[in-house]
């Protein structure tokens, strides 16, 4: 017999999104709200959770905030509704990564996954012969998901700083939002949740000798990037990681002349092992390993940087006019004002230095992924400073030494910011960070749709478990005065013979 899921058509969404509402009320208990409201420092409700980033991790977060009954929440995105996160801007692969039967911000709710939302629009046959999930389709279903289950949503609006404040209601933070036209407000959250992306403790990195470079001739592969503009060009990109090559595809299908891959390694890294790492024992449990083997796994893993699926690779090789450069470091790079005249006028270009002599080229791309460097964000100028990292907390064996690593923050085990110095910023306790940046500490959270149905439960605990801490006083004494009684014992009245 068809089911009605098989038998589903292009404008099914609708009806599973009535469908994924009604299995969430059916598995609602307990349903009553416990979280007792707070009075801000202007006299107005203040919020239990800010989140800032509404990209799948926001998302999937304020979900879990609403499915544990915390509801008086919101997020706030700089980006337009439906630009949210990297899928319409500087992700650049056709599909995702990373295997379509991965689910993540559905937390386990069958008819919230993507599965179900591509058969509801395509059909199950499609969805059988579908290979890895579309970008665009992707970015349409986190809206759906956002529209069906109800998470608050403030778009066109960036947080540019947070403090603490203190009112007749208790500890807050005061979070200042500033709008597209430029008005500043300030909103009142007992917690903030950072869920702001990849470069939400630094910034997007380049060598220094690329960045000091005119902008017309060089790019983060995080960076808008005029493709067209590069046809008929040489382009060198810096990185043979999946970021980077998705950057030297969109140059070659733009018709560059040439584009050249540099990695520094003897061979690109083939070996995914975010694949090895995608198990509940790793995933639920790394958090909780003492700092010697956290700090041992996530190193050799990311060490080893994430490598890319076979169709990234097809994507740039099926070009003849694409080279990697193996064991080819670039070690410095200066401008020419002598670049190849072509059928156009002159015009500048660029010579790396690389082990194998000079290489000159048009545009150069930098796929170096980030730099964790708090102070490097303004909304965090109250506390960047004071911020413990790991390599404040631990100092690994000499063969474990990372530079790199050892500036990621040091979290608790709710993923809130840790004081360096205790007692010159205790607020920071209330700030939850759920990024690339909480990586070391916990592993795949914030940043991958593998880990989200661990890491978000994981991260909505800790949450509660602080509002319902502070709250205990206000519990103790709704407890004392709860009088709801369950049974009447005045005896029944006969009922006439």
Request: some cysteine; hydrophobic content about 40%.
């Amino acid at each position: 017999m068809t089911s009605a899921r098989d038998a589903a058509l292009p404008d099914a969404t609708e009806a599973l999104a009535r469908w994924a509402r009604s299995d969430l009320a059916r598995i609602a208990h307990p349903a009553r709200p416990w979280v007792p409201p707070r009075t801000g420092p202007d006299g107005e409700p203040a919020l239990d959770v800010l989140v800032v980033g509404a990209g799948q991790s926001g998302l999937a977060t304020g979900f879990g905030l609403l499915r544990a009954r915390v509801d008086n929440i919101l997020l706030v995105d700089r980006a337009e509704r439906g630009m949210e996160g990297p899928w319409r801007t500087f992700a650049r692969m056709p599909t995702l990564r990373s295997p379509k039967d991965y689910t993540g911000p559905d937390l386990d709710i069958p008819s919230l996954t993507y599965q179900s939302w591509h058969e509801a629009r395509y059909g199950a046959a499609h969805w059988q012969a579908l290979d890895r999930i579309p970008r665009g389709d992707w970015a349409d279903y986190l809206l759906w998901l956002r529209d069906t289950v109800g998470v608050p949503v403030l778009n066109g609006v960036a947080v540019t700083g947070i403090v603490p404040a203190r009112g007749p209601g208790g500890e807050f933070l005061a979070v200042t939002l500033r709008d597209g036209a430029g008005v500043e407000t300030v909103r009142y959250a007992r917690r903030v949740v950072l869920a702001t992306g990849q470069d939400s403790m630094g910034r997007w990195v380049m060598p220094d000798f690329i960045d000091r470079l005119p902008e017309h001739l060089r790019a983060h592969s995080a960076d808008p990037i005029d493709f067209a503009a590069l046809r008929g060009r040489t382009v060198a990109v810096l990185g043979a990681g999946a970021s980077a090559l998705d950057n030297a595809a969109m140059a070659l299908e733009a018709g560059a002349a040439s584009v050249h891959v540099f990695c520094r390694r003897p061979e690109p890294q083939l070996v995914q092992p975010y694949l090895w790492l995608t198990f509940r024992g790793f995933l639920q449990h790394l958090s909780e390993l003492d700092d010697p083997w956290r700090w041992r796994l996530m190193r050799y893993i990311l060490s080893l940087r994430e490598g890319f699926p076979q169709p990234t690779w097809d994507r740039c090789a099926r070009h003849a006019n694409f080279t990697l450069h193996t064991g080819a470091p670039w070690l410095d790079a200066r401008a020419a004002g002598d670049g190849p005249k072509g059928d156009s006028p002159k015009r500048d270009s660029l010579v790396i230095e690389t082990p194998q002599g000079p290489f000159r080229a048009d545009f150069a791309i930098c796929g170096t992924g980030i730099d964790v460097d708090p102070t490097l964000r303004p909304e965090l100028a109250a506390c960047a400073s004071n911020i413990a990292s790991w390599g404040d907390r631990y100092a690994p064996p000499e063969g474990e030494r990372d530079d790199r690593l050892a500036r990621f923050p040091y979290l608790g085990p709710d993923y809130a910011l840790q004081e360096r110095v205790a007692g010159e910023t205790p607020w920071i306790g209330r700030l939850h960070l759920f990024s690339i940046a909480s990586t070391v500490s916990f592993g795949p959270s914030g940043s991958s749709i593998n880990a989200m149905t661990t890491a978000v439960p994981k991260l909505v605990t800790g949450l509660t478990g602080a509002l319902f801490r502070e709250d205990l006083e206000t519990h103790w004494a709704s407890l004392q005065a709860w009088d709801v009684r369950q049974t009447d014992l005045r005896l029944p009245v006969p009922s006439p013979a």
